[in-house]
């Protein structure tokens, strides 16, 4: 049986990215500049109404359960190209 720490170092179905990209190779190596990349593109579920002021529906509470981390990477990597053109 695997340790925890061998299971954590794989990604699974939901958190693979399939394959690097360069968008994802381009993102900052330090810690504060990765935060501002991300919470300008994503939100948490549980956050969003009193951290950003967004009201969610629960269609789209729900949707963050059934997202491959490789669809929300895609999205997100086209709202970081559209903001910087």
């Known amino acids: 049986m695997e340790s925890p720490q061998e299971y954590y170092r794989r990604c699974g179905p939901m958190t693979s990215l399939s394959a690097p990209t360069a968008e994802f ?18 939100i948490h579920r549980d956050m969003a109404s009193f951290a950003y002021g ?31 053109s």
């Open 25 to 42: 190779d381009a993102l900052p190596c330090d810690v504060a500049a990765l935060c501002e990349v991300i919470q300008g593109v994503l």
């Open 54 to 84: 967004v009201t969610l529906s629960d269609e789209r509470k729900n949707h963050a359960h059934i997202t491959l981390v490789r669809s929300a990477w895609r999205n997100a990597s086209e709202t970081i190209a559209a903001s910087r």
